[in-house]
Nanobody
């Protein structure tokens, strides 16, 4: 089992940047593919980005492609989400998630979840 804790959220103006971090503890971090999801009030949780076990593969939702970058540091047991050119529609709670099997883009492919960190983008 792995325990995930997100940090780095906050309030930022449109066009600004934030870097989210997710610290993992428990089983070997490198054995998990990692993903970021987000959920805005009244909306379903949606996929943002995912990264493979070693970090060599990644992909993104179309809505964030070119603006967000996912990365990981297996030595530090952390995964990151660099968010640039933020828009008001990026406002949401952001969750990191760990998968034992695959780095997919659907909620049910992930086995463990953090508690989330709030990102608010003002216009």
């Amino acid at each position: 089992q792995v325990h995930l804790v997100e940090s780095g959220g906050g309030l930022v103006q449109a066009g600004g940047s934030l870097r989210l971090s997710c610290a993992a503890s428990g089983r070997t971090f490198s054995s998990y593919a990692m993903g970021w999801f987000r959920q805005a009030p009244g909306k379903e949780r949606e996929f943002v980005a995912a990264i493979s076990w070693g970090g060599g593969g990644s992909y993104y939702a179309d809505s964030v492609k070119g603006r967000f970058t996912i990365s990981r540091d297996n030595a530090k047991n952390e995964v990151y989400l660099q968010m640039n050119s933020l828009k008001p529609e990026d406002t949401a709670s952001y969750y990191c998630a760990a998968s034992e099997s695959t780095y997919g883009n659907t909620y049910d492919e992930y086995d463990y979840w953090g508690q989330g960190t709030q990102v608010t983008v003002s216009s």
